[in-house]
T-cell receptor, first 112, second 116 residues
Framework: DAKTTQPPSMDCAEGRAANLPCNHSTISGNEYVYWYRQIHSQGPQYIIHGLKNNETNEMASLIITEDRKSSTLILPHATLRDTAVYYCIVREGHNAGNMLTFGGGTRLMVKP | NAGVTQTPKFRVLKTGQSMTLLCAQDMNHEYMYWYRQDPGMGLRLIHYSVGEGTTAKGEVPDGYNVSRLKKQNFLLGLESAAPSQTSVYFC???????????????FGQGTRLTVV
């Protein structure tokens, strides 16, 4: 079973920030939070990951609550090309060959 | 640097036929994975490999076999295809950093398989 809970769908206006929430209340101390997205049935694309500190890269920001039971992926200026299914995944960080377990994700629709 | 390449991209099989899907990565990654994705669903792990010559079962391994004879290749076989195996198949690879931390996984573009 997936260890995360995400809303099934969200809308966002083009140019606005998209904030995608994720609950992972059973996360353990050595598990990271990963975000991937899948655009129109292409292969999933890595976005960002973090352990407990907030992270930012050229694609997005990841905000993890202090108790690590939830997180938010922020796309600062959403474009139409950001329309995709976004997956939040918890994954052990140092286990060799540790695989990703995908849940249903959030379908983000960016509208003009 | 092509990343992860899957062959073929599309295939239609008749029930009972066999086929092999090929995944090739040129990033020298230790770990490789095969997933399937049914319409409207998330990806489910079929089999994975932590190194050349080793394989292990994932969440939905029945009806599939795999081999990792070379580090760069991971093959997924269907011995006797069934309509329930109609799906999109994704391959992925990753590695461990020198710190022991897992890296992100890199995915191929998928193989669309239809079994009639």
């Amino acid at each position: 079973d997936a260890k995360t809970t995400q809303p099934p769908s969200m809308d966002c206006a083009e140019g606005r920030a998209a904030n995608l929430p994720c609950n992972h209340s059973t996360i353990s101390g050595n598990e990271y939070v990963y975000w991937y997205r899948q655009i129109h049935s292409q292969g999933p694309q890595y976005i960002i990951h973090g352990l407990k500190n907030n992270e930012t890269n050229e694609m997005a920001s990841l905000i993890i609550t202090e108790d690590r039971k939830s997180s938010t992926l922020i796309l600062p200026h959403a474009t139409l090309r950001d329309t995709a299914v976004y997956y939040c995944i918890v994954r052990e960080g140092h286990n060799a060959g540790n695989m990703l377990t995908f849940g249903g994700g959030t379908r983000l629709m960016v509208k003009p | 640097n092509a990343g992860v390449t899957q062959t073929p991209k599309f295939r239609v099989l008749k029930t009972g036929q066999s086929m092999t899907l090929l995944c090739a990565q040129d990033m020298n990654h230790e770990y490789m994975y095969w997933y399937r994705q049914d319409p409207g669903m998330g990806l489910r792990l079929i089999h994975y490999s932590v190194g050349e010559g080793t394989t292990a079962k994932g969440e939905v391994p029945d009806g599939y076999n795999v081999s990792r004879l070379k580090k760069q290749n991971f093959l997924l076989g269907l011995e006797s295809a069934a309509p329930s195996q109609t799906s999109v198949y994704f391959c992925a690879s990753s590695y461990l950093r020198w710190t022991g931390e897992n890296t992100e996984a890199f995915f191929g573009q998928g193989t669309r398989l239809t079994v009639v």
